[in-house]
């Protein structure tokens, strides 16, 4: 075999492991090896391995929702046709009453129950993703439009040692360590992006983020800061390997579109009902900073 032809096999071979979305921080050793027939021996062996690992992880996707019936299967559909094959969909529903349940949710895993608020609901996500390698919950106010982005995050939380990546949108701040950031753009050519606080619309995860920390808290009920203390909980259990804790990755949330935030679901009621949840929610929020706790049991109703 020509040394042009085995330049040519090792280049298709690393170009596999990136569409294939499995670095597991082979890549960057793979870069610059000698091209012998004992190297590209390893190499089809290494790739062997990598494919059976890729084949056997488990992946699961849920998507909250509360009383969306008009975007709903929009958002069903654009889940479905962008994440690899074999991937759990899951609907948990927090007890629609606008006729959710009776769309055909044909391809995924409809899971209803009564109305406790956006935590509660997260939480049965959480439960019934608890097996998976890697997860995402997607509030139904987002839409992915474009294959790649649960691979994206898959490779990153491999790479990086990020168990935990949120939206950041308008919250993004500026990085504060240049050299991990040029070390993914390098790695594969990804941006990590960072946020003084994490949305909750979007969460991608480690299996060990649900492992160590487990549900959201059931303090809380209705709208606002359930999310906020269990992300708090997962960067305090160190599962998040950057000091500005709040990161995602600018290519994968580029395939997502907005199809509503404040408006419409479990905002659609009446407006002081809310400001009564959000002002309870922050109180209890305050009160368990102050506890050094990080697992919640997984509740599931």
């Not at 909250?64 to 958002?75: F, L, M, S």
């Not at 044909?106 to 209803?112: C, L, Q, S």
């Not at 920390?213 to 269990?230: Q, T």
């Amino acid at each position: 075999m020509t040394k042009s032809k085995r330049i040519k096999l090792l280049e298709e071979y690393i170009r596999y492991l990136e569409k294939a979305a499995i670095n597991y921080g082979k890549i960057a050793h793979i870069h610059g090896v000698k091209l012998d027939e004992e190297t590209l021996a390893k190499g089809n062996r290494l790739r062997q391995e990598l494919e059976w690992v890729y084949e056997h992880t488990t992946r699961a996707v849920s998507i909250i929702t509360y009383n969306r019936i008009d975007h709903i299967e929009e958002i069903i559909d654009g889940v479905l046709t962008t994440v690899p094959n074999g991937t759990d969909v899951f609907v948990c529903d927090d007890g629609s009453n606008d006729g959710t349940q009776e769309i055909n949710f044909k391809g995924v895993h409809y899971y209803r129950g009564p109305n406790l608020g956006v935590g509660a609901n997260k939480t049965r996500a959480l439960y019934l993703m608890k097996n998976h390698h890697y997860s995402a919950m997607i509030e139904d106010d987002l839409v992915p439009t474009e294959k790649g982005w649960f691979e994206t995050y898959e490779a990153a939380a491999s790479l990086m040692d990020v168990h935990h990546f949120c939206r950041v949108q308008d919250k993004q701040v500026l990085e504060t360590r240049p050299a991990f950031a040029e070390y993914i753009k390098q790695a594969f050519n990804a941006t990590p992006i960072y946020a003084s606080s994490p949305r909750g619309d979007f969460t991608f995860l480690t299996r060990k983020v649900i492992t160590t920390v487990g549900g959201m808290n059931p303090a809380f009920n209705g709208v606002g800061y359930a999310h906020v203390e269990w992300s708090a909980r997962v960067r305090k259990a160190g599962l998040i390997s950057h000091p500005l804790g709040w990161i995602d990755i600018a290519e994968a949330r580029d395939r997502f579109k907005q199809i509503g935030d404040t408006e419409g679901g479990r905002w659609d009621v009446d407006k002081a009902l809310i400001s009564k949840q959000i002002k309870r929610n922050r109180l209890i929020a305050k009160r368990l900073a102050k506890q050094d706790y990080i697992y919640c049991p997984l509740r599931i109703e």
